[in-house]
């Protein structure tokens, strides 16, 4: 697992092939205003993620994905690890994402990245993610439902 590398990328093609394979029942994201990063393991693909950083109060990360094969080896945890950095690197104060209720795997990688569920709607778990250490009072604050 050590072996596989995570690069920020300015290659969308690369990045909407990726998104094809992973989200096959989506509608195509426009990662052109994104920051993507891309997974490699010798040079070759096997997963990525994208990371919206305007039009919300934090950013919002799209998408992370996961070639099939490379499944079960917790390389999500990793990929929502490097958005938190650009993030913070940014200055911004929290990330935001959300993801299907049915869709374990992300809802525990994400748990594992030191997101937190703040609110559910329509099948849809939205969770975000203080980018430095707030003590308890402040980390429950009014600022998730911002979102
Ligand atoms: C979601 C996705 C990125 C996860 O890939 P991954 O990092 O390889 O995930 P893993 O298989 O290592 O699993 C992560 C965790 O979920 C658990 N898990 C995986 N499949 C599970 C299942 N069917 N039931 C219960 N737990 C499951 C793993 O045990 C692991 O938990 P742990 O670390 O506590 O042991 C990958 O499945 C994918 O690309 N799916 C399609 C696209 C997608 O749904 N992206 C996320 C939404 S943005």
């Known amino acids: 697992m050590t072996k596989i590398t995570i690069r920020q990328t300015e290659h969308i093609d690369e990045i909407a092939l990726l998104d094809k394979v992973c989200f096959p029942d989506d509608l195509p994201e426009d990662f052109s205003t994104q920051m993507c990063w891309l997974a490699t393991y010798q040079g070759e ?14 950013p ?23 958005c ?12 935001y994402t959300y993801v299907s209720v049915y869709n374990t795997a992300s809802l525990r ?3 594992h990245a030191g997101f937190m569920p703040y609110a559910c709607e329509q099948g849809w778990m939205q969770l975000g993610r203080w980018t430095k250490h707030k003590p308890i009072a402040e980390r429950h604050a009014k600022f998730w439902p911002q979102f």
Do not use: C, D, N, Y
Not at 45 to 58: C, Q
Not at 85 to 94: L, Q, V
């Open 109 to 111: 990688s994400l748990i």
């Open 60 to 82: 919002s990360i799209t998408r992370m994905g996961v070639l099939p094969e490379w499944r079960g080896f917790r390389l999500q945890r990793r990929l929502a690890a490097v």
């Open 45 to 58: 693909p096997v997963g990525f993620t994208a990371m919206r950083l305007e039009g919300h109060p934090a």
């Open 84 to 95: 938190v950095k650009a993030a913070t690197a940014h200055g911004f104060e929290a990330v």
